[in-house]
């Protein structure tokens, strides 16, 4: 699986739009892009992930560069409870192996 | 979503005592289980894949006779940590992946946090 790279910390103030980067330069085509989240002492939840068409659900949106190099995951409107480490994971279609987490991006909401 | 559903949420148990945890899919089958572990301040570390019916497959560095792993069902995998240690203390946590369709995301477990005193 591709390697990401993401900003260690990122800060938002609450009811803005928090925009997280995220670098795979390294993708293949047939890797798709997973972003999910932590929020401290759970398990990750899952948020979204695309091919290479921009995705929209009821938490975020997705989108990915045209060279699927990179992509952006958008909160529209952060709250304290988004408040997280967001991990940006590139896999392979139709793997059933493991996902690989990055060190992710510690997202801070500011009230 | 599909849940997961991770117990107990925390342990404390005593130096050189076993402590299971269980994870289990409540509205899915998953042929599949995939065993964390996280340490304060880092990033998810993969201990094992578990597979239903067959032997887990161990990441290089993992003890598979200290961290047994049972999948005997479709809906629920375990993790036994035996002759427990204070520096396995951590926070473990189990996913698993629906089998239908091949880009289903996964599902995680609420996480256990165990503490060896």
């Known amino acids: 699986d591709a390697k990401t790279t993401q900003p260690p910390s990122m800060d938002c103030a609450e009811g803005r739009a928090a925009n997280l980067p995220c670098n795979h330069s390294?993708?293949?085509?047939?890797?798709?892009v997973y972003w999910y989240r932590q929020i401290h002492s759970q398990g990750p939840q899952y948020i979204i992930h695309g091919l290479k068409n921009n995705e929209t659900n009821e938490m975020a949106s997705l989108i990915i560069t045209e060279d699927r190099k990179s992509s952006t995951l958008i909160l529209p409107h952060a709250t304290l409870r988004d408040t997280a480490v967001y991990y940006c994971i590139v896999r392979a279609s139709g793997s059933a192996r493991q996902l690989t987490f990055g060190s992710g991006t510690q997202l801070t909401v500011l009230p | 979503g599909a849940v997961v559903s991770q117990h107990p949420s925390w342990v404390i148990c005593k130096s050189g005592t076993s402590v299971k945890i269980e994870c289990r899919s409540l509205d899915f089958q998953a042929t599949t289980m995939f065993w964390y572990r996280q340490f304060p301040k880092q990033s998810l570390m993969l201990m094992a894949t578990?597979?239903?019916?067959?032997?887990?497959?161990?990441e290089q560095g993992v003890e598979k006779d200290k961290f047994l792993i049972n999948h005997a069902s479709l809906t629920l995998s375990t993790l036994t940590v035996t002759s427990a240690h204070p520096e396995d203390s951590s926070f473990y946590i189990c996913?698993?992946?629906?089998?239908?369709?091949?880009?289903?995301?996964?599902?995680f477990g609420q996480g256990t946090r165990l503490t060896v005193v």
């Open positions: 578990s597979n239903e019916g067959s032997k887990a497959t161990y």
């Open positions: 390294t993708i293949s085509g047939n890797e798709y």
């Open positions: 996913s698993a992946r629906s089998p239908e369709g091949s880009n289903t995301e996964a599902f």
